[in-house]
């Protein structure tokens, strides 16, 4: 995630970043919702919206909020110009974060996956030491070709790699991903909060998600279920989550209703995001946020 303060400059919104907030931000993670790792400056964090000295302050002050308190800290890294990643991917390293990330380039989109894994190599080579993960959403980059192709064979080019951030509905594909990564200790971190629990049936063994900002105990409790077997208990959650997201679906959802929804039930001001993305209206977040505490409540 990333807050930004809302400075309002010739009628837009610019949208600053708001370091202040992290501190209690991750306390609140940690407390409330029982998150202790996180994905910074990735969808929900606008990371790609953002300047790479923006993206540096704020994996910093992750970085250093998070000690003793995160368990990981990963750094997405990804931007269009392969130098910005590599600059966010040695400062990653300078800083402890854990490890780092890297989506595909979105308007000059690599031809086929071996373009994907020279990039992703030629920017991991700037934090040789830190885990590299492939980070796919072919519904934001427009990749066309499966995340499989693009794990295939990866270990022997970059040494660090250790799994794929899969935000794709396209069982066939994670299935061949979960079957690659599970052969060499890799990770397989889910991405569709609504299908979760799908993913964990097929293998996948983390989730990143936006609604993990405030349905994080929720979800947490919906694992826990399926790694004990009861899994009339773990659907029961699962469904709630999607009647959640429907419900803020239907109202229409975005990485902006999500922030306006970050600050409603956690209490702390996220502010509005970057343009391109628009503001929220309160009472579409409110709406949100009271279905969300009505679930919560009885977790
Ligand atoms: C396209 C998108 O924003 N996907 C979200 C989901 O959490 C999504 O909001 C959720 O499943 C609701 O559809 C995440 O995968 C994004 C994410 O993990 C990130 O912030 O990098």
């Given at each position: 995630m990333t807050s930004l303060t809302n400075k309002r400059s010739e009628g837009q919104y610019n949208g600053e970043i708001n370091l202040s907030v992290i501190g209690p931000y991750i306390e609140y993670l940690v407390e409330k919702q029982d998150v202790k790792s996180v994905f910074i400056n990735g969808t929900t964090g606008e990371g790609c919206s953002l300047t790479v000295d923006e993206r540096k302050q704020l994996a910093a002050a992750w970085c250093q909020h998070g000690k003793g308190k995160l368990e990981q800290v990963i750094v997405h890294v990804g931007c269009l110009s392969i130098k910005d990643s590599q600059e966010l991917a040695r400062h990653a390293a300078s800083i402890g974060a854990d490890g780092i990330a890297v989506v595909s380039p979105s308007y000059f989109i690599p031809i086929n996956a071996d373009a994907l894994k020279s990039f992703i190599k030629e920017v991991s080579a700037f934090a040789p030491e830190l885990p590299m993960y492939y980070y796919h959403i072919p519904s934001m980059t427009?990749?066309?070709?499966?995340a499989a192709d693009v794990l295939n064979g990866i270990e022997q080019v970059i040494p660090s790699f250790q799994g794929v951030k899969y935000t794709g509905t396209d069982l066939r594909d994670l299935g061949q991903c979960v079957h690659y990564c599970q052969a060499r200790g890799w990770s397989v971190l889910f991405g569709v909060d609504e299908q979760l629990l799908g993913a964990f049936v097929l293998g996948a063994d983390g989730a990143v998600g936006s609604t993990y900002n405030y349905f994080g105990r929720v979800v947490n409790q919906l694992l826990a279920a399926f790694d004990n077997g009861n899994h009339m208990q773990a659907r029961a959650l699962q469904f709630k989550s999607m009647e959640m997201i429907t419900f803020a679906k239907n109202l229409g959802f975005d990485v902006a209703v999500n922030k306006q929804v970050m600050s409603e039930v956690s209490g702390l001001a996220m502010g509005p995001p970057r343009l391109p993305l628009l503001p929220c209206p309160l009472s579409k977040a409110q709406a949100i946020a009271q279905k969300i505490k009505d679930f919560s409540q009885g977790h």
């Open positions: 427009g990749v066309a070709f499966d």
